[in-house]
């Protein structure tokens, strides 16, 4: 239960180990930074889960992953500006009892995203 994320580099066809990402609280267009980090050789938060189960609240969220520093330090040569530079992802928690799991399918030109298990 819980907050969760995992990213896949599907420009190489791995987790995108090393990706910076930052986690917000939303409220209207107010944010409020909870913690950066950078993933982890499985492509996930090296502390594990966001939020703990029972820490989770309902309410509104954003994940920052800065797509185009990550494939820059892979050595991937990108024009300037770069097409992605920060995917930002908004999202709601209606029922923080349940789990939330928010995977990122990335490369330097496309992503998707979709509510995982």
């Not at 950078?38 to 994940?63: A, F, I, M």
């Not at 185009?68 to 892979?74: E, L, P, S």
């Amino acid at each position: 239960m819980g907050l969760s994320t995992h990213v896949l580099d599907t420009m190489h066809g791995c987790p995108a180990a090393g990706m910076a990402v930052e986690l917000y609280t939303t409220q209207g267009e107010q944010a409020a930074l909870v913690k950066r980090f950078n993933l982890n050789e499985d492509g996930r938060s090296p502390d594990g889960p966001l939020y703990e189960t029972g820490s989770l609240t309902k309410g509104t969220y954003r994940l920052v992953f800065d797509v185009a520093g990550y494939f820059k330090g892979r050595g991937v040569a990108l024009p300037e500006p770069s097409f992605l530079g920060k995917v930002a992802l908004d999202f709601g928690v209606a029922q923080p009892e349940q789990h939330y799991h928010v995977p990122l399918l990335v490369s330097p030109w496309s992503y998707s995203t979709y509510r995982g298990s």
